[in-house]
């Protein structure tokens, strides 16, 4: 059942050289299974369209590094030997594995976007390009030998083919291996109204049920699940391979099912209901900005996430309204954002032209961004946050 319709999107990502740069647009809807709960987009655009070159340097939230640092720590204490190897795909630009230079273990990184992973090498992690699948599994393990972990953070929802990593996962895990993944939880966005967040990139938004679906067709199961505040509500997911003898699975699994029941992921009221808030957020939204704009206001926008491009496109939104980004990436910088054509400009634009309001698009990240703004906010600068509803604060 398709219950929400964002419109043609050009992918979010997809930031432009210069303003007059052609782009294409894809449906952007979701659909929902009604037995595992599983919610995807009803269009998939091609992922060498979308991951070959990448603008998102994990590293430049120092909050997500932080939490990296301790989830690597956590993990390799946990599950790792010595001198056992982890492995992480998606690996970006080395932000979890390179906390782990230094232990006696082994790292690896695979990631497609070649940009991104020569950031990593230069962060001295170790990085294969290309996307995971059997054939990279295959000549890994022959290399360096089963994994004792393998790690995806926020790149599970990227793959289209997850029969194919999972079968490069049974192929390069020990058989005592533990596999994580980290992945916004799908109640999250439900509870949350977090639409912005679907995007091209985006494939699937799973909870605890839908991925032990997946994982069950291949022999493993979910041993633990660990909420997670990060991206709008996560859930870190332990997986291993079934066995006889293994103690039963944490009490938080059927937990987070119980959460995924409640916020009503597996029945369409509740889908509807979102869809129909989601709308009601843009009315609101979109009435704000036009009343700040009458009383002669500057506004601008904070970060150039790619669930900016989404939100800004579905408010449809142009330099009229929103007459700037900032974002502290600089292979961001002095580009523009996908649809609506809005420039993008290094935070320090921010305190020299001082708007009176900032939309904060990185809503994720708002404590950090704040915190890091309260030289502008002191001087009476003002953000709107978006979600998970319109305030001024
Ligand atoms: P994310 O929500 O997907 O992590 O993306 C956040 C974006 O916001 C990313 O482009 C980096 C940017 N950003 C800043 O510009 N300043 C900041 O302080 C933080 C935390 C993020």
Not at 258 to 286: C, Q, T, W, Y
Not at 287 to 308: D, R, S
């Amino acid at each position: 059942m398709t219950f929400l319709n964002l419109g043609e999107q050009p992918p979010a990502n997809a930031l432009l050289k210069d303003e007059a740069q052609e782009e294409t647009s894809y449906p952007l809807a979701l659909c929902s299974c009604p037995t595992c709960g599983l919610i995807q987009l009803s269009h998939v655009v091609r992922a060498e369209l979308l991951f070959k070159e990448y603008f998102y340097f994990s590293s430049v939230s120092k909050g997500m590094e932080e939490h990296f640092a301790v989830y690597a720590d956590d993990i390799a204490r946990r599950f790792v030997p010595e001198n056992g190897l982890v492995v992480e795909i998606g690996s970006n630009d080395g932000v979890l594995l390179k906390s782990l230079i230094g232990c006696p273990l082994r790292i690896l990184g695979v990631d497609p976007a070649k940009n991104v992973a020569e950031t990593a090498q230069k962060n001295g992690v170790p990085t294969l390009t290309g996307f995971f699948d059997e054939v990279i599994a295959l000549s890994v393990r022959k290399e360096m030998g089963p994994a004792s972990v393998i790690i995806a953070n926020n790149v599970f929802a990227h793959v289209d083919d997850l029969d194919t990593v999972m079968r490069g996962i049974g192929i390069l895990l020990d058989d005592n291996g533990v596999f994580v993944i980290e992945t916004p939880h799908v109640a999250s966005m439900l509870a949350n109204l977090e639409f912005d967040t679907v995007y091209h990139e985006h494939l699937s938004y799973f909870g605890i049920k839908s991925l032990s679906a997946l994982f069950d067709r291949f022999g493993f199961e979910i041993f633990d699940v660990k909420r997670q505040s990060v991206h709008g509500g996560s859930i870190r997911v332990f997986v291993r391979q079934r066995r006889d003898k293994c103690p039963p699975p944490s009490e938080m699994v059927a937990e987070a099912i119980r959460i995924e029941e409640h916020e009503g992921v597996f029945g369409p009221n509740r889908l509807e209901s979102f869809a129909h808030d989601v709308a009601m957020l843009r009315v609101k939204l979109k009435g704000l900005i036009a009343e700040l704009k009458g009383k002669g206001k500057k506004i601008a926008g904070y970060g150039a996430p790619a669930k900016g491009t989404v939100l800004l496109n579905y408010c449809g939104f142009t330099t009229d309204d929103i007459g700037y980004l900032v974002d502290a990436t600089p292979v961001k910088q002095g580009r523009f954002c996908p649809g609506v054509h809005i420039p993008i400009r290094p935070p320090e634009f921010l305190h020299a032209d001082m708007p009176d309001y900032a939309l904060l698009l990185a809503w994720n990240h708002r404590e950090e961004i704040l915190e890091k703004e309260s030289r502008w906010r002191h001087a009476g600068g003002k953000f709107i946050i978006p979600i998970p509803r319109v305030e001024i604060v």
